[in-house]
């Protein structure tokens, strides 16, 4: 069954970074796209970007430009989110959440568990 | 990017009730409108695709319709684990946008 897991809570102080991970298993990593949503708390869900996990083209939401990075690595199956620079106004949950393609639509049809990451002096 | 406006932002409603939430985007995404089921420290959960499509294994008591700007999003007949949140998504092109968010509360 295709599962998403992520890696744990994180606190960081303003201005560093955090790199966050979301393990894929259960279907062809390489053959789907990978994207990243921001959630703070008591919020709605805000689209950070995706990355092709197979040739690894990317792209991002024009709010959070410059400081997230999306990786991945094919051979661990492991799509990462990389945002520098923390403030404050980071703390939030974060997903990873895969994107399925039919005829029909572009959707999100898994996710992963979320990422508490807590920015804080 | 394409704005979406969801409403509305909560309502009470009554287990057995009928309930109804729409989406209007700022410009035409023919059917590109997904819906969303989010429990309170948990993940979104896919409930509709494509506007009327429903995922494997979600209850036939949600069901959606609308193309081009407006969408729905209907619960029949809800039960008490329909009480929680709902956004809807537009997928026609980046940035992926989510509406605000409803709340179905308990009357």
Known sequence: ?121 | DIQVTQSPSSLSASVGDTVTITCRTSQSISNYLNWYQQKPGKAPNLLIYAASSLQTGVPSRFSGSGSGTDFTLTISSLQPEDFTTYYCQQSYSTPWTFGQGTKVEVK
């Open chain 1, 1 to 121: 069954q295709v599962q998403l897991v992520q890696s744990g809570a994180e606190v960081k102080k303003p201005g560093a970074s955090v790199k966050v991970s979301c393990k894929a298993s259960g279907y062809p990593f390489a053959s789907y796209t990978m994207h990243w949503v921001h959630q703070a708390r008591g919020q709605g869900l805000e689209w950070m970007g995706w990355i092709n996990a197979g040739n690894g083209n990317t792209k991002y939401s024009q709010k959070f430009q410059g400081r997230v990075t999306i990786t991945r690595d094919t051979s661990a199956n492991t799509a990462y989110m990389e945002l520098s620079s923390l403030r404050s106004e980071d703390t939030a949950v974060y997903y990873c959440a895969r994107e399925n393609v039919d005829g029909y639509g572009y959707y999100f049809d898994y996710w992963g568990q979320g990422t508490l990451v807590t920015v804080s002096s």
